[in-house]
């Protein structure tokens, strides 16, 4: 399996060593840097995709 690296990822601060790409339905992502290897538990994973499904429902509620 491949996995993204350092290149796609040019965004990010230089000491980041974890990341969360996280969809937002099927209109964006939440992108989430760590500064520590494997630092995100099973319970970091369920706050952040619950996140991003309330990000989801408020943005497409949103009206300009």
């Not at 538990?41 to 369920?46: A, G, H, L, N, S």
């Amino acid at each position: 399996k491949l996995y993204p690296g350092r290149i796609e990822f040019d965004y990010l601060p230089e000491n980041t060593q974890g990341v969360i790409c996280q969809p937002i339905s099927n209109q964006g992502a939440l992108i989430l840097g760590a500064n520590a290897p494997r630092s995100y538990t099973k319970q970091d994973e369920i706050w952040i995709e619950g996140i991003a499904d309330k990000l989801a429902h408020n943005l497409m509620n949103y009206e300009l």
